[in-house]
T-cell receptor, first 119, second 111 residues
Framework: EPEVTQTPSHQVTQMGQEVILRCVPI?????FYWYRQILGQKVEFLVS????????KSEIFDDQFSVERPDGSNFTLKIRSTKLEDSAMYFC?????????????????FGAGTRLSVL | GNSVTQMEGPVTLSEEAFLTINCTYT??????LFWYVQYPGEGLQLLLK?????DKGSNKGFEATYRKETTSFHLEKGSVQVSDSAVYFC??????????FGTGTRLTIIP
């Protein structure tokens, strides 16, 4: 069964360093998302991406964050200068889009997540 | 705004007990509703969904019915197993918007 894959599973970094979290969405999906889950808290939306541009972002997704689809398969989240409060589990998700209408079919498939620890 | 309110945990039950985890949503438009499950050390997996009023989603013995009149989508299972121990998240989505999750309910089943 197709799945969303994320690497690495655990990333440890020093405060102020840049990190890149990587995701390979399901191959025929056109909508991509990043969510995060701070330990013990709810899953929060960060950003959605469609047609090579950001379609929506939350207030969490400030100038320190960026997303990119550098090739036909990868979808990355970059945090330019990490802060302690960026420590969380980051989930990538993808969904199919109705090509006629450009709307996601509402089922988002999630990867296993990358645990980011900022020291 | 769009929100999901979920029964707080943790919930501990004995094997074969009946499970209900309550979930209510704000009624903005006609959202699709989901239950996701997160097993220990794993990511979020879709458990079941319902896309319109009175739809019943079901999977692995779990069920939830989309109730427009009460804006609810409670998760139920008639007889839980130890392997059902996980965190359960209720979520809603409208159109191609982001998923909005509840706070999650940690379920522990003891033999």
């Amino acid at each position: 069964e197709p799945e969303v894959t994320q690497t690495p599973s655990h990333q440890v970094t020093q405060m102020g360093q840049e990190v890149i979290l990587r995701c390979v969405p399901i191959s025929n999906h056109l909508y991509f998302y990043w969510y995060r889950q701070i330990l013990g808290q709810k899953v929060e939306f960060l950003v959605s991406f469609y047609n090579n541009e950001i379609s929506e972002k939350s207030e969490i997704f400030d100038d320190q964050f960026s997303v990119e689809r550098p090739d036909g398969s990868n979808f990355t989240l970059k945090i330019r200068s990490t802060k302690l409060e960026d420590s969380a589990m980051y989930f990538c998700a993808s969904s199919e889009a109705d090509r006629g209408l450009g709307l996601a079919k509402n089922i988002q498939y999630f990867g296993a997540g990358t645990r980011l620890s900022v020291l | 705004g769009n929100s999901v309110t979920q029964m707080e945990g943790p919930v501990t039950l004995s094997e074969e007990a009946f499970l209900t985890i309550n979930c209510t949503y704000t009624a903005t438009g006609y959202p699709s509703l989901f239950w996701y499950v997160q097993y220990p050390g794993e990511g979020l997996q879709l458990l079941l969904k319902a896309t319109k009023a009175d739809d019943k989603g079901s999977n692995k013995g779990f069920e939830a019915t989309y109730r427009k009149e009460t804006t609810s989508f409670h998760l139920e299972k008639g007889s839980v197993q130890v392997s059902d121990s996980a965190v359960y998240f209720c979520a809603r989505i409208f159109g191609n918007e982001k998923l909005t999750f509840g706070t999650g309910t940690r379920l522990t089943i003891i033999p």
